[in-house]
């Protein structure tokens, strides 16, 4: 049976895509077939191809099934902006069930791990009444937590987890990720805050690196509860 989780972060800018370009590699190197997608980007360039996001063009490099492009960000909104504000300057409505509807079609592809990413974080706006959250809880999948280690992140990433808790969604992990090459203040005092506050295993401590594919950062995966 196939492993779908669904990527959040703290916050934009986290390194979710980064993360989430990792595991799919790290699956990918154990034998998976993976997938990933990003159905709502903004921050997109046009290109002779139409629209394209940087983060979904990455996880569509690291995938190993290659999904056409509109099947990975079937929602590519150009401004750099919150996707909803985009979506209302294009003249365009976002939905969790269309979402939903095209995240479940996409996953129909056979496949052994696949990872449905967020953009910004939990409470992301999609319209007036709905949020990202809300696909999440459509999709019915667990969570992968990305944490970016930083300060303020012990609150950021507990808000996520109660917020998380509230939809009654199951945490599958999370990852903490570290934003530069020189370690935020603490870093050993604020992993074990996290570790003694969130019931759900840590999937690696990931360091600053070039590539997902670094073998810095792939050693720092620990992807065995995913598959359990």
Same mark, same amino acid.
């Given at each position: ?5 669904? %990527? ?6 986290? &390194? ?14 154990? &034998?998976?077939?993976?997938? @990933? ?6 921050? *997109?360039?046009?290109? /002779? ?5 940087? =983060? ?22 150009? /401004? ?11 003249? #365009? ?9 095209? *995240? ?7 496949? =052994? ?6 953009? @910004? ?7 007036? +009444? ?9 999709? =019915? ?10 300060? &303020? *992140? ?9 917020? !998380? #808790?509230? +939809? +009654?969604? #199951? !945490?599958?992990?999370? %990852? ?25 295993? *840590?999937?690696?401590?990931?360091? +600053? ?7 810095? %950062? ?9 598959? =359990?």
């Amino acid at each position: 049976m196939a492993k779908t989780f669904f %990527v959040t972060g703290t916050d934009t800018e986290v &390194g979710k895509t980064f993360v989430s370009a990792a595991l799919l590699h790290a699956a990918g190197a154990q &034998g998976k077939r993976t997938l @990933g997608l990003k159905p709502v980007a903004s921050g *997109c360039e046009q290109t /002779p191809d139409g629209l394209r996001n940087e =983060d979904a063009l990455a996880l569509l490099r690291y995938a190993t099934v290659k999904l056409p492009y509109a099947q990975v960000n079937p929602i590519a909104l150009g /401004p750099a902006i919150a996707p909803h504000i985009a979506a209302q300057q294009a003249g #365009r409505t976002l939905s969790a069930p269309r979402l939903a509807g095209l *995240c479940r079609g996409a996953l129909m592809t056979p496949h =052994d791990f696949s990872l449905v990413e967020g953009a @910004g974080g939990w409470l992301t706006p999609l319209n007036p +009444r709905e949020y990202l959250s809300d696909l999440a809880a459509m999709l =019915d999948i667990p969570v992968i937590l990305v944490v970016g280690m930083r300060l &303020g *992140c012990i609150n950021h990433a507990l808000l996520t987890v109660e917020a !998380l #808790r509230g +939809r +009654r969604l #199951r !945490l599958a992990g999370w %990852v903490a990720n570290q934003l530069s090459a020189e370690a935020m203040p603490q870093l050993t005092d604020n992993l074990e805050t996290l570790s003694a506050r969130i019931s759900a295993p *840590c999937l690696g401590v990931v360091p +600053r690196a070039e590539a997902p594919d670094s073998p810095n %950062v792939q050693a720092s995966l620990r992807l065995a509860s995913l598959f =359990d």
